[in-house]
């Protein structure tokens, strides 16, 4: 990877959509030149805030007394952390009791690129002896204050919840009577009522982009406290707990990310690209492209459900047949109902190809798909498992049961049973040929960890299951270099800074498969903070194809339809990889949020290219809305530059500037359910 801030140059291919406009050259992916960002000294922020006889930003209860009364008098040690990114920074740092011999460990990491600061913290019981009660443990406790008076805006989201609100942008102005307070829905964190990425907007022009690593019930306050000062608290929702003897425990990670600016989505781009660069899988050095998908159809009439009638022969001649039309695609998927699972594929826990339908296993499945140059991704859901399967009945004390419940949690938590899971899915990995793992989660495991935790260790459970699940998951990362984890969780409840580092959300919702307004308003809220996701496209039509364009998509070709020729077919895979680098950019919504879930209005955005000079603008009139035009205004441009403009579908051309984009341009759209697809390019004087 060379220099700052990453956005990738992909390689682009002309489509039938675009064959009317310039050429963009080059064969590899580049990080952007980016200048030097204006704010916060991080290294300055971290010795500040974790020096020697400082206060830290975290704060914890010990024997029923705040670390605040106390931390400053404990022995206090810093050391660097050397890092092979010139641009980060690292210490560790170390306080210690010397009475109880509890030892607090912080590993703080400064970007100095995007002034961003992160860390994690360790508690270890050094006695012999059972510590005192540890409780209310905020993984970050911190004061922010601006320079003048004025509101202090909190731009968050909804979590998923299968709905068509899911990821939906919530703006709330603080008050000094009113806290606003997060947490989501159960144990996934990004279940339905709260997601885990959010932007505090202050009134002097600055701002602070803030994350949470944590994959299980965290809960977040922002308090303002006067005029000119809110205060951060986040940590887990349930944790009070007596540490055993030379027991340690980790925090959720807290991410801050300073930025300055007039436009609150200065901050938001800012962590976008922090998110590639930082927070996103690499493979041989250069971060992961997400892929075009094609489901392995669905075979068979009712009681068919999901793949459960699918079969080697089957799935082998859906390869070829691809293959014939040209129709390939980077992976080929193959979801729920693989396994022995008496015709239902909920019934999870014997994970074994299905004898009857995969006599050889998968590998004459997984050798057909990379003959014809495709990867290919299989469902699995590990921590799930169901009575009489064989994860149920050969160790039952490494699952968590809770009475009449028929669902059993597999217990990460347990060492034993995780150095299991773990070499079993990499030797089914490496049999079989899978290049990709694809994870889901399909319930709730609160109340599986609540009954699993004693009255004096309430939280213990949660944590060492999610010590497990990273552990797992950067083990499979390590044993196959080329592996990327596609993270479901019953679409997009489990994002969060610790989850998208190791995986990404190839299907981010369970929202109405491929309902295209739905789509449009997942891109539109995801896009603040994430720039990788994808989901599922069931209809061939322009209006449902953008609708669900982002950096990912899984798309289910019928191959025996006429619906559609095969240039057609193959104009809309074209069509995915032209677009697909320009979701790596710079996002800007151009409509508001008022409204935006209504099949009465228009919805549009922009990706922007600034070190490209480039972008496009994504619209949509709904089913139901009655304005024919809509005016928005770019964002990103220069203003004394001009830019050609090509809208894709009517193949007309205009030049404006900057400026003039910026200050008001009209989309039009004659037809109701309809979408318009505009490319810009800045032009060479």
């Not at 940590?235 to 801050?256: D, F, Q, S, V, Y």
């Not at 693989?338 to 004459?364: A, E």
């Not at 109340?447 to 939280?459: E, T």
């Not at 579908?649 to 009209?666: C, R």
Request: proline fraction near 6%.
């Amino acid at each position: 990877m060379k220099n700052n801030i990453g956005i990738f140059r992909l390689n682009l291919v002309l489509s039938i959509f675009l064959s009317l406009f310039l050429t963009l050259s080059g064969s590899s992916v580049h990080a952007k030149q980016t200048p030097v960002m204006k704010g916060q000294d991080i290294g300055k922020w971290i010795e500040q805030n974790f020096g020697k006889g400082k206060i830290p930003p975290f704060s914890f209860d010990f024997g029923g007394v705040n670390s605040s009364k106390f931390i400053k008098s404990w022995g206090y040690r810093s050391e660097p952390i050397k890092t092979i990114n010139p641009n980060t920074i690292g210490r560790l740092i170390t306080y210690s009791d010397p009475k109880t011999s509890l030892e607090v460990t912080c590993k703080v990491t400064g970007f100095k690129d995007f002034h961003a600061v992160e860390w994690v913290l360790k508690f270890t019981n050094k006695s012999s002896e059972n510590s005192p009660i540890l409780e209310h443990v905020s993984a970050v406790d911190h004061q922010f204050n601006a320079k003048q008076k004025g509101p202090f805006i909190v731009h968050h989201a909804n979590g998923s919840n299968a709905a068509i609100t899911d990821f939906q942008p919530i703006d709330e102005t603080l008050s000094i009577q009113k806290s606003l307070v997060m947490t989501p829905a159960g144990g996934r964190s990004s279940d339905h009522t709260a997601f885990p990425f959010f932007n505090l907007e202050m009134p002097d022009q600055n701002g602070v982009m803030i994350a949470i690593g944590w994959t299980g019930k965290w809960i977040a306050e922002l308090k303002q406290l006067d005029d000119k000062s809110v205060k951060l608290t986040s940590g887990m929702e349930r944790m009070k707990l007596t540490l055993l003897a030379h027991e340690e425990i980790r925090t959720p990670k807290i991410c801050l990310l300073f930025w300055s600016g007039a436009d609150r989505m200065v901050g938001h781009n800012q962590f976008r690209q922090f998110v590639l660069v930082h927070h996103t899988r690499k493979i041989n050095g250069k971060h992961v492209e997400l892929p075009f998908s094609a489901f392995l159809a669905r075979e068979g009439p009712p009681p068919c459900n999901e793949h459960t009638c699918s079969t080697e022969s089957f799935s082998v001649a859906m390869i070829n047949r691809h293959k014939q039309f040209e129709l390939v695609p980077e992976v080929f998927w193959l979801d729920a109902g693989w396994y022995p699972c008496n015709g239902s594929w909920p019934n999870v826990g014997n994970w074994t190809p299905n004898p009857d339908n995969f006599p050889s296993g998968f590998k004459p499945v997984t050798d057909a798909a990379h003959k014809v140059g495709a990867k290919f991704m299989l469902w699995f859901e590990p921590e799930r498992v169901t009575k009489n399967t064989l994860f149920a009945n050969q160790n039952p004390d490494w699952l968590i049961k809770i009475p009449k419940n028929g669902n059993f949690l597999f217990n990460l938590g347990n060492p034993k049973a995780r150095v299991w899971l773990t070499d079993y899915i990499s030797n089914f990995i490496k049999k079989e040929g899978l290049d990709y793992y694809r994870q889901d989660f399909n319930f709730d495991p609160m109340p599986y960890w609540k009954a699993n935790d004693k009255p004096d260790r309430i939280g213990i459970s949660e944590i060492r299951h999610i010590e497990g699940l990273y552990a797992f998951w950067d083990t499979l990362l390590e044993r196959f270099p080329n592996l990327l984890i596609d993270n479901c969780s019953s679409g997009g409840r489990r994002l969060d800074l610790e989850t998208i580092s190791r995986s990404s959300p190839l299907w981010r919702t369970d929202y109405n498969y491929g309902e295209p307004d739905g789509s449009q308003c997942h891109t539109y809220g995801l896009n603040f903070y994430l720039p990788m996701h994808g989901t599922g496209n069931f209809t061939l039509t322009p209006y449902h194809f953008r609708s669900n364009m982002s950096t990912a998509m899984a798309i289910n070709l019928d191959l025996n339809s006429r619906a559609h020729t095969i240039p057609e077919l193959q104009g809309f895979l074209k069509t995915f990889k032209d677009l697909r680098p320009y979701y790596y950019g710079d996002y800007y919504p151009l409509t508001t949020t008022e409204n935006m879930t209504k099949d009465s209005v228009w919805l549009a955005y922009q990706q922007n290219r600034p070190e490209n000079g480039d972008g496009i603008v994504m619209a949509f009139r709904r089913k139901n809305c009655e304005a024919e035009s809509i005016t928005v205004k770019l964002l990103g441009l220069e203003t004394a530059v001009n830019y050609d403009l090509v809208n894709i579908d009517t193949k007309e051309k205009t030049t404006l500037t900057g400026a003039q984009l910026m200050s008001g341009y009209s989309l039009i759209l004659k037809d109701k359910q309809s979408s318009l697809l505009i490319r810009y390019q800045k032009t060479t004087l």
